[in-house]
């Protein structure tokens, strides 16, 4: 199944035609998505014996909107690709290096980003949507707490993520737009092996960053059974599982956003992002 949210309702998609789930159920499924995903076993059993006249809505790109909105908890992973650790001068890790992201910078797919002071930066990732509430849940059965997969990129302005001693992320990391995600949330069962899906992210055209799934250190049961050993996942939680290799700041030299600037991050089976850029406000500077 694919869901995603147009013109703030929840839908079903099926190539470009959508299927409104609140209107096509009679009634017995909220069309607010967050509500939706308390009841993703139901929802897919129901999608499943839709017929294809249900899905009378055209899927306009610009009218959709992030595909889980409003976020309880929104957790993000560091140097999850040996490469990109790499590059960032890292062994490694053994245990997943774990911050935020503010779920006020949550967007949808295809947004205008209004670049603050600083050098902000591009970092495409494969998302984890919780679907039911999980705790302590073991790898072998991570995947069962898991509703979906969708792209997302971890924009971030370097200055404010790295100052201090010892340096903080998150603020860095949760400016407005930065957090967009979509175009659609996948269930696990529509790909072949959702431990294994090319990840790319393009700049004005050109891939700036390309690996795949398989290649992170803690993939996504491991996070989700590291994550709810600590504390409870919630329906609508979101998991930023890293970054490949390819960002700006490890770039010779430097290469940050710049206002014009298109930003494309794909994921196999499941679609792209596009963001631009604007030119910071007089207040920013």
């Known amino acids: ?21 609140a209107r096509a159920s009679q009634g017995r499924l909220p069309a607010d998505p967050m509500a939706l995903l308390e009841d993703c ?19 306009d ?17 560091a140097l999850n690709y040996p490469p990109h650790a790499a590059e960032a001068g890292f ?35 494969l998302v984890a949507v919780i679907g039911r509430e999980t705790y302590r849940v073991s790898r072998d059965r991570a995947w069962e ?17 790295l100052q201090g001693k010892p340096a903080q992320f998150s603020l860095g990391k949760s400016f407005p737009g930065f957090g967009p995600t979509g175009p659609v949330l996948v269930t696990p069962d529509e790909f072949d092996d959702p ?3 090319e990840i790319t992210g393009l700049l004005g055209g050109r891939a700036v960053q390309h690996d795949r799934t398989k290649s992170m250190i803690f993939p ?13 996942l919630f329906p609508g939680d979101l998991i930023f599982t890293g970054t490949p290799a390819g960002v700006g700041n490890r770039m010779n030299p430097p290469r940050y956003l710049t206002a014009a600037d298109e930003l494309v991050s794909r994921v196999e089976g ?3 992002i596009r963001q631009r850029f604007t030119a910071p406000t007089t207040s920013d500077r």
């Open 270 to 272: 499941i679609g792209e």
């Open 1 to 21: 199944m694919r869901l995603a949210v147009l013109n703030g309702r929840a839908v079903v998609v099926d190539g470009d035609r959508a299927a409104d789930i």
């Open 61 to 77: 790109p610009a009218a959709l909107g992030a595909p889980v909105p409003r976020p309880r908890q929104v957790f993000a992973v």
């Open 145 to 161: 707490a898991v509703a979906g997969l969708t792209v997302g990129q971890d924009i971030s302005e370097r200055v404010t993520q």
């Open 91 to 125: 062994t490694p890790p053994d245990e997943p290096l774990v911050f935020t992201k503010f779920p006020a910078c949550i967007t949808g797919p295809y947004t205008t980003v209004a670049l603050p002071s600083g050098k902000v930066d591009w970092e495409v990732e």
């Open 41 to 59: 076993p139901r929802v897919c059993d129901w999608a499943a014996e839709l017929p294809k006249d249900a899905y009378d809505l055209t899927v």
């Open 195 to 197: 431990d294994d899906l």
């Open 220 to 232: 996504v049961p491991e996070l989700v059974a590291r994550l709810s050993a600590v504390l409870p």
